[in-house]
């Protein structure tokens, strides 16, 4: 198994999946990955395999997966896991250099006090307005 450095100052670890006893162990580096990005890949994958998290060092965690089928191998729902870690720190990271824009966005959009329900929904298209199937009122609409 090739190791690396977990992070400048601590121990090395597996650089891939490690397979015991049925179960696949995946080691995060958490200057890579934060701990929220972590936990976000965890809940996405409670449905489909058993997520144990455990601090084995300074900045560095251990993810251990067990398929909940128990057909899947623990190496292939491994690789899954690691490439949605993958997939969200992206999502983080764009996030975070988009914010100031989205807020501005949304700062303008809710910055005309004026705006009542009737003069938004004067703005959509009868397409927009179509009938609602559930029969459900609109917040503030008078019934008539």
Do not use: W
């Not at 993958?86 to 983080?92: D, Y």
């Not at 807020?103 to 004067?122: H, I, K, N, P, V």
Request: proline share 6%.
């Amino acid at each position: 198994m090739e190791m690396q450095k977990a992070t400048s100052r601590g121990p090395e670890i597996p650089l891939g999946p490690v397979v015991e006893e049925g179960a696949a162990k995946l080691y995060v580096d958490e200057a890579l990955f934060p701990l929220d990005v972590v936990y976000g890949v965890c809940s996405s994958f409670l449905g489909r395999a058993y997520v144990r998290l455990e601090r084995t060092s300074d900045g560095v965690i251990e993810v251990r997966l067990l398929s909940r089928d128990g057909r899947t191998p623990p190496a292939a729902v491994c690789g899954e896991f690691a490439n949605e870690l993958l997939n969200q720190a992206i999502r983080r990271t764009l996030a975070d250099r988009t914010r100031r824009v989205r807020d501005a966005y949304m700062s303008r959009s809710f910055a005309d006090r004026d705006a009542t329900l009737e003069a938004l929904l004067g703005e959509l298209d009868d397409d927009d307005l179509a009938d609602d199937e559930l029969e459900l009122p609109l917040p503030g609409a008078s019934s008539e």
